[in-house]
T-cell receptor, first 119, second 113 residues
């Protein structure tokens, strides 16, 4: 079974601060994918990044960066110079290819981290 | 723009009165998913269609059914809604060829009175 843990339930920062959202995952599968999604107050889940288990390169996209470390089963997300528009719930998720494909692409979500960025 | 559309965005139904939520997509994705998200919780997968093949999660109540008449449309039917079924229902799609990111619709918030 898969499990994703986001230890931080809520984080509050002031605009322009850097903030890191932690994600730790558990799986016995050797091939898996990790995701981050953003859920603003409107409710729609917005895809941010996908990483496969064979690619441990860190990635930077604008103010967003991701640190994937298989040795610690972590996939942390950092927002640099946070802005008020970054306020949302952020979900880390895991997906594996199960035998027979009966759970194809099933996302196992963490509980989410509520990020509030104050002006 | 290609997208995932959910209608209605807000739905109010009475206890025990059947309700149908709809999802359509212009992405031409093979896989469609329905998630239930209760307040302050993570989305929980109810079932998904892999093309026309229906895959139910083991813990999805029988009260929840789904139909996929064609590639573009998928429906979630709640036969006898209870107060505990009040939630946000999210539809998502993805491509079949590999595990790709899922594209989510805006969701339908269901209230049961």
């Amino acid at each position: 079974a898969q499990k994703v843990t986001q230890a931080q339930t809520e984080i509050s920062v002031v605009e322009k601060e850097d903030v890191t959202l932690d994600c730790v995952y558990e799986t016995r599968d050797t091939t898996y994918y990790l995701f981050w999604y953003k859920q603003p107050p409107s409710g729609e889940l917005v895809f941010l990044i996908r990483r496969n288990s064979f690619d441990e390169q860190n990635e930077i996209s604008g103010r967003y960066s991701w640190n994937f470390q298989k040795s610690t089963s972590s996939f942390n997300f950092t927002i640099t110079a946070s802005q008020v528009v970054d306020s949302a719930v952020y979900f880390c998720a895991l997906s594996v290819i199960s035998a027979g494909g009966t759970s194809y692409g099933k996302l196992t979500f963490g509980q989410g981290t509520i990020l509030t960025v104050h002006p | 723009d290609a997208m995932v559309i959910q209608n209605p965005r807000y739905q109010v139904t009475q206890f025990g009165k059947p309700v149908t939520l709809s999802c359509s997509q212009t992405l031409n994705h093979n896989v469609m998913y329905w998630y239930q998200q209760k307040s302050s919780q993570a989305p929980k997968l109810l079932f998904h269609y892999y093309d026309k093949d229906f895959n139910n999660e083991a813990d999805t109540p029988d009260n929840f059914q789904s139909r996929r008449p064609n590639t573009s449309f998928c429906f979630l039917d709640i036969r006898s809604p209870g107060l505990g079924d009040a939630a946000m229902y999210l539809c998502a799609t993805s491509r079949r060829d590999s595990i790709r990111e899922q594209y989510f619709g805006p969701g339908t918030r269901l209230t049961v009175t």
